[in-house]
């Protein structure tokens, strides 16, 4: 199915032809290259939203426990929760879709490029050079090459879930099983895709990969404890009521190891003074 050229505005795609054609002339060979150049310009270019979209991601998972006991508390009544939850995102300035901002951003790029490998003039630039490696032709499909589009399809599935693990370490597990389900979905709908569309994606995976072990050098998970300013009042009111258990306890068993080391040894000494005085 074509989607229709109009979903995209045409001075964006004149843009991403240009950078396209741009990275061929300077680099020169297959057309594949390009691709593979645009990719790490397209992701260069939102690397500042990704980074902050990490630190509010961090931030979330931090904030599970007690984004939980809210859901726990108020899971009779949903609209309840939901006002929470909100009251919640604001009191501690997170935004829930904040780490979805880099991906959303990726699909005007991914429409742009489907219908860029589809045009008159990108079929006409690449004519006589649509091969990349063991693929015939970027701009078409790898139906015609069974044992490529195997290779392509292992190589975009294994690549996606190394990629959905590392960016979902720490997070919900029931979100994790549905990111890494949807490799696996996809695959009915990239076996038709151009194989320029493919080696892209691939291409966005590894990036993905890359830029995420990077992130965890340069931005690993804070940890929440003693951390009054990143749990505000929300957070440490919620967290109350299941501490004051834990610090009881351990209140009790502070009194009694003091009682043991401090009580004995100056109780005897200041009787002993006291009794020394008086006589």
């Known amino acids: 199915m074509h989607l229709p050229i109009a979903i995209i505005p045409q001075p964006f795609l004149t843009v991403l032809e240009d950078v396209l054609t741009f990275w061929h002339d300077l680099v020169g060979g297959s057309w594949g290259w390009a ?17 902050k979209s990490v630190k509010s991601m961090q931030k979330l998972q931090v904030l599970q426990p007690q984004m939980k006991k809210i859901q726990e508390r108020y899971k009779d009544d949903k609209q309840r929760m939901n006002q929470e939850m909100m009251k919640f995102y604001q009191e501690n300035k997170v935004n829930p879709l904040g780490s979805c901002l880099p991906l959303l951003l990726q699909i005007p790029f991914f429409i742009a490029l489907f219908e860029l490998l589809r045009s008159d003039s990108f079929q006409a630039d690449i004519a006589g050079n649509a091969a990349f490696g063991p693929i015939d032709n970027l701009a078409e499909s790898l139906t015609g090459q069974p044992f490529v589009l195997a290779a392509m399809v292992v190589l975009y599935v294994g690549t996606q879930l190394i990629a959905t693990m590392i960016t979902s370490i720490g997070g919900d597990k029931t979100q994790q099983r549905i990111m890494m389900a949807l490799p696996f979905v996809f695959v009915i709908f990239i076996i038709n895709f151009e194989a320029g569309l493919i080696v892209y994606w691939i291409t966005t995976n590894v990036w993905t990969i890359g830029q995420q072990l990077v992130v965890r050098k340069l931005y690993p998970r804070p940890d929440l404890e003693g951390d009054d300013a990143a749990v505000p009042a929300g957070a440490v009111a919620l967290a109350g009521k299941s501490s004051d258990g834990a610090k009881g306890v351990s209140s009790k068993s502070g009194s009694s190891d003091n009682g043991s080391a401090k009580a004995p040894p100056p109780s005897p000494r200041k009787k002993k003074k006291r009794s020394g005085r008086r006589r």
């Open 35 to 51: 691709i593979i150049l645009l990719t790490f310009t397209i992701r260069i270019l939102i690397l500042p939203l990704t980074f």
